[in-house]
Nanobody, 124 residues
């Protein structure tokens, strides 16, 4: 079992920044891929960013490329999502996910474990 706990969400004005954290505990694997997804009211959960636990290869949704950065600290079993230049359309509940093996990183079905989510609201 892997437990994931997100933190760092909140209310921010358009153009602002937030950093989300996801702390993993329990059984972790060196080959585990970590991902961030989000879900807005009435919409499907969508891929935001993913990163291989070893090697550092990452992937981003087109809608966040150039604005969001995913990173990880293996010593702390923590993954981060730095979100800059936030827009109102980034408003959603953000979920951290873990899976192994993961091929594309972009599908919810590739991940076995999920956090409880953290709310991000972008509003003036």
């Amino acid at each position: 079992q892997v437990q994931l706990v997100e933190s760092g969400g909140g209310l921010v004005q358009p153009g602002g920044s937030l950093r989300l954290s996801c702390a993993a505990s329990g059984r972790t694997f060196s080959s585990t891929t970590m991902g961030w997804f989000r879900q807005a009211p009435g919409k499907r959960r969508e891929f935001v960013a993913g990163i291989r636990w070893s090697g550092g290869n990452s992937n981003y949704a087109d809608s966040v490329k150039g604005r969001f950065t995913i990173s990880r600290d293996n010593a702390k079993n923590t993954v981060y999502l730095q979100m800059n230049s936030l827009k109102q359309e980034d408003t959603a509940v953000y979920y951290c996910a873990a899976g192994t093996p993961v091929a594309t990183m972009m599908s919810v079905y590739e991940y076995d474990y999920w956090g409880q989510g953290t709310q991000v609201t972008v509003s003036s």
